[in-house]
């Protein structure tokens, strides 16, 4: 299982430009709207003076200038969102994952954000993952724009006990298969090559047809390694160099 912070924010920026401020203020000012369009809807309803459908009652003309107002706001929050989003002003983004990883950082741009999310998915605890795993990533960002995205992790190679590291060859004595294809089978619409490291006896099984099991998306790519010793290449010709 991968493991991605839960909870993870960097520092505001103590400095906010005029599009964000005016964002800010927009976005204040629609919950003060939403507050006063309900107060004054519970203020008509409550009243009994009049009819309900008396258009001329000072409490049903101040229920639907609220209401008014609230719409004139969220036009005028989403103007500001759009200089915000047009700007190259930091704005706030957070990221998030499937297993509950997120984050919230400052970009100028989501091209920016991406990149950020990118190394802080890579950045996991993936130790114990035996195979490619397959992140999503989601971004949402302050200004309304949102992007998604997926981060191929694969596993580390075992350690190899040999000064040059390991030699990855497909001997048919080790691997199997066709003898002018060793180590290759069918698999989908792609192939799974098994490799052996001749030095230490490793296994390394890559796939061209490889499927996320998360969201059933096949026609990707993914290599699996086995320890130390799960080839015995001792009986391998001594011109292999080990």
């Known amino acids: 299982m991968s493991a991605l912070p839960t909870s993870s924010h960097t520092s505001v920026s103590s400095s906010t430009g005029p599009a964000r401020a005016s964002y800010k203020a927009a976005e204040a000012a629609l919950a003060q709207a939403r507050k006063d369009a309900k107060a004054a809807r519970a203020a008509w ?70 990149d950020l999310a990118a190394d802080w998915a890579c950045e996991g605890d993936y130790d114990a993952i035996e195979s ?56 989908g619409g792609g192939v799974i090559i098994n490799t052996a490291c001749l030095r230490c006896g490793a296994g390394r099984t890559e796939d061209t047809w490889a499927q996320d099991r998360a969201t059933g998306r096949q026609g990707l790519e993914s290599v699996a390694y086995e320890p130390a010793g799960t080839y015995d290449v001792s009986a391998l010709s001594s011109e292999v160099e080990r």
């Open 132 to 187: 490619t795993i397959w992140v999503r990533v989601r971004i949402a960002g302050e200004d309304g724009t949102e992007s998604a995205f997926t981060v191929t992790i694969n596993p580390d190679e075992p350690e190899c006990d040999h000064e040059n590291g390991h030699d990855w060859q497909n001997p048919i004595a080790l691997v199997g298969g066709l003898r002018e294809n060793p180590g290759v089978y069918g698999h």
């Open 45 to 114: 309803l409550a009243d009994e003076s009049a009819a309900g459908d008396d258009e001329a009652h000072p409490l049903y003309v101040a229920d639907e200038t609220a209401l008014a107002a609230v719409d004139a706001a969220e036009v005028a929050l989403a103007a500001a969102r759009d200089v915000l989003a047009d700007s190259d002003e930091p704005r706030a983004f957070t990221f998030c994952t499937d297993d509950g990883g997120e984050m919230t950082v400052e970009a100028t741009s989501m091209g920016d954000a991406i």
